[in-house]
């Protein structure tokens, strides 16, 4: 069983800049393709962004956010800069590990961001 425990969420004026982390156990990381979702309240979960060798984001995050991952750490990041109001919401972690969907949540983090 593969856990998944994500940090980093917190309060942060509009504009400003915010680091998520998901640390996942697993022998095998580097197979994972990881990937970022979030919840706002009200609103069905949506994609953020996913890394495997390569890189691939929602549209509204494209130029803004950054994923990437340390596989020596067992760890995926999300850079998030220049945040808006509408960025907030729950942001979950997720791991896609033999299938053809991500199978595998953290609990999800947190992140308000105010006008």
């Known amino acids: 069983q593969v856990q998944l425990v994500e940090s980093g969420g917190g309060l942060v004026q509009a504009g400003g800049s915010l680091r998520l982390s998901c640390a996942a156990s697993g022998r095998t990381f580097s197979s994972y393709v990881m990937g970022w979702f979030r919840q706002a309240p009200g609103k069905e979960r949506e994609f953020v962004a996913r890394?495997?060798?390569?890189?691939s984001y929602a549209d509204s995050v494209k130029g803004r956010f950054t994923i990437s991952r340390d596989n020596a750490k067992n760890t995926v990041y999300l850079q998030m800069n220049s945040l808006k109001p509408e960025d907030t919401a729950v942001y979950y972690c997720?791991?896609?590990?033999?299938?053809?969907?991500?199978?595998?949540w953290g609990q999800g983090t947190q992140v308000t961001v105010s006008s």
């Open positions: 997720a791991a896609q590990i033999t299938s053809t969907r991500f199978n595998y």
């Open positions: 890394i495997y060798w390569s890189t």
